[in-house]
Structures are given as C-alpha cells and as structure tokens.
C-alpha cells in the first residue's frame, strides 16, 4: 500500500527561525514522484516542487530546501528565515508513475509563524 | 489568466437538493481530477479523467456523478445533497506526456444544511 506520513500536525515559530517539516512515504513502486503543496488561508493549493524517484539531489528555491532521500524514505521541507507569510499547511504528496493517477496525500502540517 | 478555474467558490443549499460544480482549465493538460478535502484538511482523489475518459472512480456515493464534455472541462453533479457531503472540492488537471505535477483551481467551499 502507498502512504505518506506528515508526523507533525501542527508547527509554531517565531519570524526568522529555520523550520523542517518531515515527510515519510511508503511505495512498492521503482518509479513515482513526491511533491509538497502549501495551503495558505485563502484556502487554494500551491505547487511547490516536484521530485522524480530516480533524481536524489537536494534543491534550493530561495529560503526553500528540500531533502530527499531514498533510504530512509523521507522528503523533508525545509524553510529558512521564516515569514508571517510562510503561515499555511503544507502538505506532502505521492505519485506513481502512471497516467491519470491519484495524488496520495499526507495530512498536512500546520505551519504558524508569529511575528 | 487563470489556469484551473472552478465555480461556484462557495455553494450553501439545503439537504436533498441537485448541485453541480464547473471547472475548466486553459492548461492544455490531457487529465483532470476531483479531490474532496474534508472539515480535517485531509485531502482525496474521487475521480480522473484522461482525455474524456474515466480513470478513476473511487468509492464514492453514486449520488456524485462526474461529466467531462471536453478535455478542458470536468465538472461534477451531486443528487439528493446529505450533510455529509460539506466539504471543499478541488479540481486539478495535468499533462501526462511531461509530468505528473497537478495543478488545482481555487476549491468550491459546499455547505449543506
């Protein structure tokens, strides 16, 4: 069975603190793809990044990071510096390799950053 | 230029009434979907649509029924609305041939009462 796990639920900083939130997945497949969405307040869902199961390099986009790795099974999402702004629920996601397939959701993590 | 539009962004109607939800994207994608994300924020697939052809169709009531005229619309009816089916919708779409990241419209915030 696929799954992803979002172990922390919930998430409170302060401005300007570094933040990770983790994400575990299980899958049978060689090949699928992970994701991680932020749902502001306003309530639509942000596409953040895309990784590719055979592709292990870690990425920066500007105060955002992201670490994968196969072994443990992990995505992680790390912001850096964090912002008022950066207050949402973030969820991570699986893909299998597959046309027209379901995204498989964790339960999100509620991320509040206070100023 | 919106990308994955749906109407209406919320929708309150009374239990038993027929609703339906619109979406449409100006994406070029090949496949769209309808996600149900209940009052817990968990989110799930209820249908796919691959160029106008059903994918997938999870275990929801019949009363849900989806309608794809063309590959840029999937909209979605629901009969005989219960309490339970208050929720937001998401529609999302996706291209195939490059990837499989979905992009999702605005939600539909449905309140039955």
């Known amino acids: 069975a696929q799954k992803v796990t979002q172990a922390q639920t919930e998430i409170s900083v302060v401005e300007k603190e570094d933040v990770t939130l983790d994400c575990v997945y299980e899958t049978r497949d060689t090949t699928y793809y992970l994701f991680w969405y932020k749902q502001p307040p306003s309530g639509e869902l942000v596409f953040l990044i895309r990784?590719?199961?055979?592709?292990?390099q870690n990425e920066i986009s500007g105060r955002y990071s992201w670490n994968f790795q196969k072994s443990t099974s992990s995505f992680n999402f790390t912001i850096t510096a964090s912002q008022v702004v950066d207050s949402a629920v973030y969820f991570c996601?699986?893909?299998?390799?597959?046309?027209?397939?379901?995204?498989?959701f964790g339960k999100g993590t509620t991320l509040s950053v206070s100023s | 230029d919106t990308a994955v539009s749906q109407t209406p962004k919320y929708l309150v109607t009374q239990m038993g009434n027929d609703k339906s939800i619109k979406c449409e994207q100006n994406?070029?994608?090949?496949?769209m979907y309808w996600y149900k994300q209940d009052s817990k924020k968990f989110l799930k697939i209820m249908f796919s649509?691959?160029?106008?052809?059903?994918?997938i169709n999870e275990t929801v009531p019949n009363r849900f029924s989806p309608k794809s005229p063309d590959k840029a619309h999937l909209n979605l009816h629901i009969n005989s609305l219960e309490l339970g089916d208050s929720a937001v919708y998401f529609c999302?779409?996706?291209?195939?041939?490059?990837?499989?990241?979905?992009?999702f419209g605005p939600g539909t915030r449905l309140t039955v009462l």
């Open positions: 990784r590719n199961s055979f592709d292990e």
């Open positions: 649509y691959n160029n106008k052809e059903l994918i």
């Open positions: 999302a779409s996706s291209q195939t041939s490059t990837t499989y990241t979905q992009y």
């Open positions: 994406l070029g994608h090949d496949t």
């Open positions: 996601a699986l893909s299998p390799d597959q046309a027209g397939t379901a995204l498989i």
